[in-house]
């Protein structure tokens, strides 16, 4: 998917807002902070209205894209809005 239709379905939000830490559960900060150690990014957070929100991590290294879930448990990502297969 291109990357400007991404943009457009965003808006002005950005990938990462302000004050992120108030999204996140105690676990997920802590995954967060642990996986920086690493080497990974906070890559973006997904907000779709009246649902959790989607933490995303990468590891530039390898390529390879985490969503973190509630718990702190990292599972592989690789849909970019609908976009199977594909890596952020």
């Known amino acids: 998917m291109n990357l400007q239709i991404m ?39 997904r907000r779709p209205l009246f649902l959790e929100p989607t933490v995303v991590m990468c590891d530039a290294d390898k390529g390879e894209c985490w969503q973190v879930l509630d718990d702190g448990k990292l599972v592989p990502f690789n849909n970019l809005r609908g976009d199977r297969g594909a890596t952020h």
């Open 7 to 45: 943009r457009d379905k965003r808006g002005k939000q950005p990938e990462i807002p302000f004050g992120y830490e108030a999204l996140l559960t105690d676990a997920q900060r802590h995954a967060v902070d642990s996986t920086r150690n690493f080497g990974w990014t906070l890559t973006f957070i």
